[in-house]
């Protein structure tokens, strides 16, 4: 009986899993195993521009199948980008497995480009790190029971855009609506390509005030009546501005910016019933009020 390579008995097991999806960013170290997904039409190759994107579709697919996913990172730069999102996944406690092609172990002594010490790099923020041949998604936790609303988990910001993708995959008989902020989107922007390109039919509201109100409003709190007269330094997103119904468009998003309160309700039910990916970009006031 001839012998399984590693590529397919790691394909194999995914589906013996019953996963559907590998959210990821390829790269040379994992070749074989993007080679080999074509023998697989079952399991489909989700495309991230960004590791932390792939994990942030992840987390959010996870916590509304209860089930775990499986992403696929990039060796050394690729699980470093990554490690923000996984961060957010672990205070969720969410079931991930993260895949990352290493060197092969009779080059690692000579330090080859792009190598590093995957394990150490994940181990404080996983629960389990290892450097293995063959994969078993069991061992994964138990996940809450999913309600109709996802909430950002963990602090990291930017899993807003990714986390809806993943959220409309998990409930593909559901409408998602994804409401972000903007200066947090910008972390993953390139969500938007991705939406595009595997035609997943989410609707975006972005939340664009132009500025980290949040920190103007810590600033505040801060400084107290000592914050009149004080500017906030590096905290607007202006000259040149976000235009996200701009940026939509240009990666094959349908994109439509509100300026006045009364458009609001149409541009939106006109987003949702639009057959594909949507944002509406709503322009916001940003008052922050002084002591």
């Known amino acids: 009986m001839p012998r399984m390579t590693g590529k397919r008995a790691m394909l194999e097991q995914l589906i013996a899993d019953g996963v559907q999806h590998v959210f990821g960013n390829p790269g040379t170290t994992e070749q074989g195993f993007m080679d080999v997904l074509q023998d697989y039409p079952q399991v489909q190759f989700m495309l991230a521009l960004h590791e932390g994107v792939a994990v942030s579709m992840a987390d959010a697919y996870a916590r509304l199948t209860r089930r775990p996913a499986f992403v696929e990172?990039?060796?050394a730069p690729g699980l470093g980008n990554a490690l923000g999102m996984m961060h957010n996944a672990a205070i969720g406690k969410t079931p991930l497995v993260v895949y990352a092609g290493q060197?092969?172990?009779r080059v690692l002594l000579q330090e080859p480009h792009l190598s590093g010490p995957l394990v150490d790099m994940a181990r404080p923020i996983c629960k389990w790190s290892a450097q293995i041949h063959?994969?078993?998604l069991s061992a994964a936790v138990e996940v809450t029971e999913p309600g109709r609303m996802v909430r950002v988990r963990g602090g990291g910001i930017g899993p807003g855009l990714p986390g809806s993708l993943g959220a409309q995959l998990a409930r593909p008989d559901r409408k998602v609506v994804g409401v972000c902020s903007d200066g947090a989107a910008m972390y993953s922007i390139s969500a938007l390509w991705t939406?595009?390109?595997h035609k997943i039919p989410v609707t975006y509201v972005m939340l664009n005030n132009a500025a980290y109100r949040i920190l103007k409003l810590n600033m505040v709190e801060y400084l107290g009546a000592a914050a009149r007269g004080r500017r906030f330094v590096?905290?607007?997103l202006t000259d040149?501005?976000?235009r996200f119904d701009r940026m939509a468009e240009a990666m094959g998003v349908h994109?439509?910016?509100v300026e006045r309160p009364e458009d609001l309700g149409p541009a939106l039910r006109e987003a949702i019933a639009h057959d594909g990916p949507s944002l509406v970009d709503v322009a916001m006031e940003s008052p922050v009020p002084l002591p």
Do not use: K, Q
Request: proline residues 10%; without cysteine.
């Open 73 to 75: 990172v990039h060796i």
């Open 103 to 105: 060197s092969p172990g």
């Open 134 to 136: 063959h994969a078993h």
């Open 195 to 197: 939406a595009a390109h």
């Open 234 to 236: 590096a905290m607007d």
């Open 240 to 242: 040149p501005e976000l």
């Open 255 to 257: 994109g439509r910016r």
